[in-house]
């Protein structure tokens, strides 16, 4: 079955109708070509296809499309902001992307905690990526990418040991 | 230009962190179909018949194909001659998950249907799922075809055990269990097939070896090879599970079928229950030492559990029956291994290739014979370290050997010395609770230990397929001055093109931004066998040297030419050469000439690396030098073990790994904590929980892997002992380096509340039972 669906995905307007039964990521992934947001579980256990959901980071594979009427939706691909450049950067200089197949919605999730927390600790960094699966890089440099970024965003708040 | 020994980003790092890097789910072509897999829902069972005629009512459904209506040839992957695999299950299958039907249709949800419309009727037969029941006189057969469930066996000698063990001051026996363990990639597997007109297939695939795909999916679809193209995609994690694969091959078959493209991509379930994990084994090891600590006679039996077919199992049991002894100066050896069938989820190259069951159990009982000695594990481990210069038991010239400076600089680092308990303090918890004091209390329930395990690798190693296994690389340098890398060995996320861009930019005098590295593509690419067994630096690495060192001649020849100098008065910086009298050309500028110079020709290079006095083994007793380097790391963990639940935490990861030469510190670490993370999800975490050939924890929710929150202190130590086969003096790290973590884990229990846990996962129950066992506690 097919029904209304009006939404804002990256800025942009977008309006039709769309499988009632899909999920916000295979809307993303097969209606728009939004294939930033991955598919690694389908079952909200890996984190590869979060995206900013009316600014809050949700795993896409859980959200039914129709849950979106009238939101607003933020994929990697519509992340293009100073704060989402300085954590690729980051990503990349401190050896936190390897494979790279989690690191979109890595990326999307740190860029929900620095919107919200403008240096955050090694607790609050592993509480927000908790829910995020790496199976690379052991994780150590995911947390030091996150703090190096925020300490460039933020340098007058952050801590003498970032 | 020096890059060698400097941290380098990932190349493609940016591509990857914008969600801009394409994999092969997000592949679309036009008039692209989806495929899915029917899947056996018994171990064992006999197909009756296939009624597919209801599924193809279904609006949308464009091929149904199943081993009931179409001749499969038998087939293994590259090289393995135990032919036990169809595409599609004929008479029987074989395992919960064995592929019985495909079906393409024109999206996701009208093939899921399709599926579900498929009768199938099975007449149910007895399984097999313990191995060593499976090895006995008249159990059912898993394959018909076979004489027994034991497709490999092997046994070999050196020395004389009777002697060693005569000589021992003690002897040590124990049985070791390690069970499955999944690669757990992000990316679950993928593939997109398009088929011409003449019939020839494009696969799009992310995969460690396009080369060994092409001969095994020609061999399982029974056409030529030259009728496959294979091109790679970004590989989201690999870790071993991406060689050949069932999939890949049936994408192809509907692509054939329908003469459309077709996307076919895994579930996570399904790659849980049809993918190919880690091979468990069932290891008994008796060590004799003398009473110098000086390493007397072993003997091993090792039972491999192959699963439903063979894969590279069979090369895996070696590998864990025979790499271990090079070791350790140990000269008096006996070993058995056998490699059995059972009805479960057939098994595979993880991430180690065998040496990570082996040495959990090997490095155990090393610890079991100091602990008996009254010597320190590291001690015990120094008196009997193959060194530099070593010819071992099994004939291994071993040209560079770090592994006494590993452990040196490992238990160094970690403060070896201070922090060994000698003592177990076996207090329960009424006792503790009579002491005064939360203090007391909180110090007697939480025991830190630290213990130490060692292994090695090969790196560049002389496979049993019988191709050239060598590496070739072509450099082709652009008319704008950009150097193209064409190679056979692929990028599993490692980060393998960005080493060979550097190495390519450090021979040719260039800016590594100047320097591209292509995926594989068979059409293109010279050949190579892939990624896999510690081979794409040793060997794609010194090809790729080579094939830049070839294309810098051709270039100062040119330079030479153009400014009438000597191409041994030029050099190459940055980009820009120079000579005497104020010579000054940009390699853009020799890139143009280069074009009227050769006649419209470009500038390439070629490089063949190979590799030097490297035999496979004697196919009976085993012996043979069989890789061109070795790899030697020693780990320390420092564990907490709560002695009222049985709970293990890592506290610190101490990691030494001889590498050669660090070409790419920042990558070599991020290989490190990648694989001690995976190490400990392997030692303490990760369960498949197959019980009745039924793989129960087929999520993410219930395989547990390491999470950011399980992750302790990660300390590497790159050791540095230059071997003279690889490039720069560079081995292999990223196989070794989970290797030791599950021995060094389990040594640390011991030394904390002194109890030996033996099989693998050590869950909290486990440690739990044993300190009650063993100390009637808490």
Redesign the interface.
Known sequence: MRQMLKVTVNGYPWEGLV?SDQSLLDFL?DEL?L?????????G??G?CVVLLDGRAVNSCLIPVLDVNNCEVR???GLQDEQTNQ???A?????A????????GM?VAARALLAEVHNPGEEE??EA??G????????????AAIKLAASRINPETAGPER | MDLIGRDIPLIDGKEKATGRMVFTADINRPGMLYGMVLRSPYPHARIVQIDDSRAWKQPGVRAIITGKNRQFPFYSVAGQKVLDEQLLATDKVHFIGDEVAVVAATDRDTAAEALRLIKVEYEQLPPVFDPLSAMADGVPLVHQSQASNIPYRMEFSRGDINEGFAKSEVIVEETFNVGHQYQGYLEPHAAVAECDISGRVTLWLPMQSPTLGRITYAAALGIPENKIRIVQMPIGGGFGGKLEYKLHALCALLAKETGQPVKMVNTRAEDFQAGLPRVPMQIKMKLGVRSDGTLAAKESEIIADSGAYVNYSHGILLSACHRHDNLYRLQNIHTKGYLVYTNKVPTGCFRGFGNPQVHFALESILDMAADRLGMDPAELRLRNATQTGDVTVHGWQVLSCGLSDCINQSTNGAGWQAKRLTEIKPDTKDQVEKKAGQEALQEARYAKGIGLACCLHVSGNRTFLPYFDGASCRITVNEQGMAIVFVGETDLGQGARTTFAQIAAHELGLPITDVMVTLVDTDINPHGLGTFGDRATTLGGNAVRLAAADARRQILAIAAEETGSTAEKLVINDGIITGEAGIRLSLAEIAQLALSQLAGGHICGQGVYIPPDVTAVHPDTKYGNISCSYPFVAQVAEVEVDRWTGRVKVNRIVAAHDVGKVINPLLANGQVDGAVAQGIGYTLMEDMGIANGKVSNKTFSDYNMPRITDMPEIKSILVESNDPNGPYGAKGLAEPALTPTAAAIANAIYNAVGVRITELPVTAEKVFRALKERFGCP
């Open positions: 499988k992934r070509g294939t930033g947001a991955k598919k690694g579980c389908d079952g256990e890996c590869a994929t990697i691909e954590l690729q950067d990503f990349v200089s401190v050896g992307v390897q494979c790279g197949f989690c690191t979109p990326i960094i592993r990526m908790v995020h699966l790496c199976r690379c890089t052991g994780y150590t440099r995911i947390a």
